[in-house]
């Protein structure tokens, strides 16, 4: 999974966390680096349900995803939500992201293989 993840970004930093904030896989993040924005990940989350109503109701913004951005409105980390059933992941991922890859496809493919459950 971690070569997948790196076709992710511009520069090959890319995270796969899960909700309580533990990393599955990681490419071009030291160990530390990785568990913590794992776990910024997840408290990026809580936040984002806390001001769910303000944001989605009042605002109009239905996107889960958040950014830290340098001064000119470029992504330096962005933190972009995947929902498989009743699972929720993040992909974080330093630089521009490049969703437009078969890798995707592949990630989500997998986790969906894994994690989605049949309803019949």
Excluded: C
């Excluded at 001064?71 to 992909?91: C, D, Q, Y």
């Amino acid at each position: 999974m971690p070569g997948m993840l790196s076709k992710l970004s511009e520069n090959g930093k890319v995270l796969l966390a899960e909700k309580q904030g533990f990393y599955l896989a990681t490419h071009g993040f030291p160990h530390e680096v990785a568990e913590e924005l794992s776990a910024l990940s997840a408290e990026i989350a809580t936040i984002h349900e806390r001001r769910s109503g303000l944001l989605i109701n009042n605002m109009g913004l239905v996107s889960h995803a958040w950014a830290i951005v340098d001064a000119f409105g470029n992504s330096e980390v962005g933190f972009w939500p995947l929902f498989i059933s009743n699972n929720r992941f993040v992909v974080a991922i330093y630089g521009i992201p490049h969703f437009n890859q078969p890798e995707f496809v592949s990630l989500v493919w997998a986790l969906s293989i894994r994690y989605a459950t049949q309803e019949r």
